[in-house]
């Protein structure tokens, strides 16, 4: 199995964000800023790997009529364990801003998608590899438009303050209005990058 491959489309040919448009429930919620977003994203990361290592290591054992049930209560005690760490270390706004979408996790569908169709049919390291894609994928999403949204809407990025000028926010860029408009930006021009590749290669080819 190739693993570079594997991580590569995780983070950008398979991209749960970008390719795939799943989990835009905290895609709306948590990009307002960019370290919000990146948080986000490393926490499933983490529960994505955690889950992903358990599901392989016990894959053979856990009876197919009860493999929903099982991924849930060990997705579930990862989350558990994640939501103990953050309000034990992290800054309170953080985990005041990502709210209940650290408990949601349990229900993230890039994370089930991987859990049944990767991690219960493959190794323990192939299962981790493509979680750590999967997962830095994910985060790379959240962090790239919780950045424009951040910057666009509130002038700042990191909470480092850039533009000075309030009339310049764009004030709809926080709002969830704003995270679908910079998704489908993001999306357009990334197909629009694919579209001239492939029209070099034809060129190319001729």
């Not at 970008?18 to 429930?25: R, S, T, W």
């Amino acid at each position: 199995m190739n693993y570079i491959q594997l991580l590569k489309d995780g983070i950008f040919n398979k991209n749960p964000i970008f390719v795939q448009i799943l989990a835009l429930c905290p895609l709306l919620a948590v990009t307002t800023s960019a370290v919000t977003a990146i948080t986000m994203g490393l926490a499933t990361t983490a529960v994505m790997i955690c889950a992903s290592a358990a599901i392989s290591l016990f894959r053979k054992i856990i009876p197919s009529e009860i493999r929903i049930a099982a991924a849930v209560i060990i997705v579930a005690g990862f989350v558990t364990v994640l939501q103990l760490m953050l309000d034990a270390y992290a800054p309170p706004d953080i985990t005041a801003a990502l709210g209940i979408f650290i408990p949601l996790i349990v229900v993230n569908c890039i994370l089930f998608a991987r859990l049944e169709s990767f991690a219960f049919k493959n190794k323990i390291f192939a299962s981790i590899v493509d979680a750590l894609g999967m997962g830095l994928g994910f985060t790379l999403g959240l962090f790239t438009v919780g950045v424009i949204r951040e910057f666009l809407g509130s002038g700042s990025v990191f909470g480092i303050e850039l533009l000075h000028d309030e009339n310049a926010y764009m004030t709809i860029m926080i709002l969830p209005a704003g995270a679908f408009f910079t998704l489908g930006l993001i999306i357009m021009i990334r197909k629009h990058i694919q579209l001239l590749r492939l029209n070099a290669k034809k060129k190319a080819g001729k």
